[in-house]
């Protein structure tokens, strides 16, 4: 499995996602409290944790303040977590993601968010539900950062 973290200050997403080998669904998201998130990691509350991933943060020249920091701190704390996975990497989202999903360093939010619907479908409604059925605000970002990464696993491109 894939675990695949958008990290926040207090708060981080986060999505579990299988290997290229299986077919693509959500196995598991959400938006919890960092400690709670540090304790699932090491606890291994997904199973066997082949692969994590985490949104690394960039300096684009600007100055940075205390939340900044703070997010910095506890991607060390979740990349110390995942020590036994199989593998770990880190993401930056200009470079990798916006690059990777949207094909330009420019992608917002809003971007993002619709190439991931444009590929997978519809999130749906509860009645009818898609594969990206209740992903929400922060949650798009984590998915992103995990499908981008997935899709290196295997070489594959995203697909327009």
Known sequence: MIL?????????????????????KIIDKGKIDNEDLIWQIRDSEW??????VIEMVASYGM????TT???VFWIGRFWEAAGYAH?????????????????STRAKDAN????????YGE????????????????????????????????GEANEK
């Not at 695949?4 to 986060?14: E, L, N, Y």
């Not at 539900?129 to 290196?152: E, H, I, M, Q």
């Open 4 to 24: 695949a973290i958008d990290p926040g200050t207090t708060q981080s997403a986060f999505v579990v996602l299988p290997l290229p080998d299986y077919d693509f």
């Open 47 to 52: 199973g066997r944790l082949d692969n994590f």
């Open 63 to 66: 100055a940075v303040g205390k």
């Open 69 to 71: 920091f703070e997010t």
């Open 87 to 103: 593998t770990r990497d880190r993401l930056y989202r200009k470079a990798d993601v916006c690059m990777h999903l949207c094909q």
């Open 112 to 119: 993002i968010r619709q190439a991931l619907i444009d590929r």
């Open 123 to 154: 999130p749906g409604t509860k009645s009818n539900p898609g594969l990206l059925y209740g992903v929400s605000k922060d949650v798009w970002s984590a998915l992103a950062v995990g499908v981008t990464y997935r899709d290196r696993l295997t």
